[in-house]
């Protein structure tokens, strides 16, 4: 079946940076976007980007852009979000899922939790 | 960007009963590229309705979606336990995807 795993919960210091990998199995990892979404606690969900496999070409929030870095390493079909300078309201649950412009984002990975915390 | 607002912010139903939850844009949503998501507490979202009325793989009847343009609808016609979530609309039809608030459906 189709699935994303994420890397486990982060704790990071103010100013540092986090890197998030979501492996993808089931599927041809280059058929599909990766996007990045992220959920502060108790709160909605915000897009931040998506990559593209296939090509490598990367579309950022304009909120996220000079911060945010998205890569791949398509010989083991991993996703990376890397995001820099990071900010206490930075915390958050960082979800990975799978992007068509047919059915849009499904499924999510299960999420990973980033702690911003001196 | 195309802003996406939700309504009601929570809805309180009891099981069996009808919920009807709404979700309007700021500009008409590009080949009606919306989808509905829920999720519970915990969890990941889920996909349930995508293209603005089709359901997903493993979606339920009783769930449905409508509408075009600005203005969309998720309605569960007889709500179960488990539907008891927080429920987005989403835009994927142009840069950047945005979300709605979210409408939490709660057990009255």
């Known amino acids: 079946q189709v699935q994303l795993v994420q890397s486990g919960a982060e704790v990071k210091k103010p100013g540092a940076s986090v890197k998030v990998s979501c492996k993808a199995s089931?599927?041809?990892?280059?058929?599909?976007?990766v996007h990045w979404v992220r959920q502060a606690p108790g709160q909605g969900l915000e897009w931040m980007g998506w990559i593209n496999p296939n090509s490598g070409g990367t579309n950022y929030a304009q909120k996220f852009q000079g911060r945010v870095t998205m890569t791949l390493d398509t010989s083991i079909s991993t996703a990376y979000m890397e995001l820099s300078r990071l900010r206490s309201d930075d915390r958050a649950v960082y979800y990975c899922a799978r992007g068509s412009w047919e059915i849009g984002l499904d499924p999510w990975g299960q999420g990973t939790l980033v702690t911003v915390s001196s | 960007e195309i802003v996406m607002t939700q309504s009601p912010g929570t809805l309180s139903l009891s099981p069996g009963e009808r919920a009807t939850l709404s979700c309007r844009a700021s500009?008409?949503?590009?080949?009606?590229?919306l989808a509905w998501f829920q999720q519970k507490p915990g969890q990941a979202p889920r996909l349930l309705i995508y293209?603005?009325?089709r359901r997903a793989t493993g979606t339920p009847d009783r769930f449905s979606g409508s509408g075009s343009g600005t203005d969309f609808t998720l309605t569960v016609s007889r709500l179960e336990p488990e539907d008891f979530a927080v429920y987005y609309c989403?835009?994927?039809?142009?840069?950047?995807?945005?979300f709605g608030g979210g409408t939490k459906v709660e057990i009255k």
């Open positions: 989403q835009q994927y039809g142009s840069s950047p995807l945005t």
């Open positions: 089931g599927y041809t990892f280059t058929d599909y976007y």
């Open positions: 500009q008409s949503v590009s080949s009606s590229y």
């Open positions: 293209g603005a009325s």
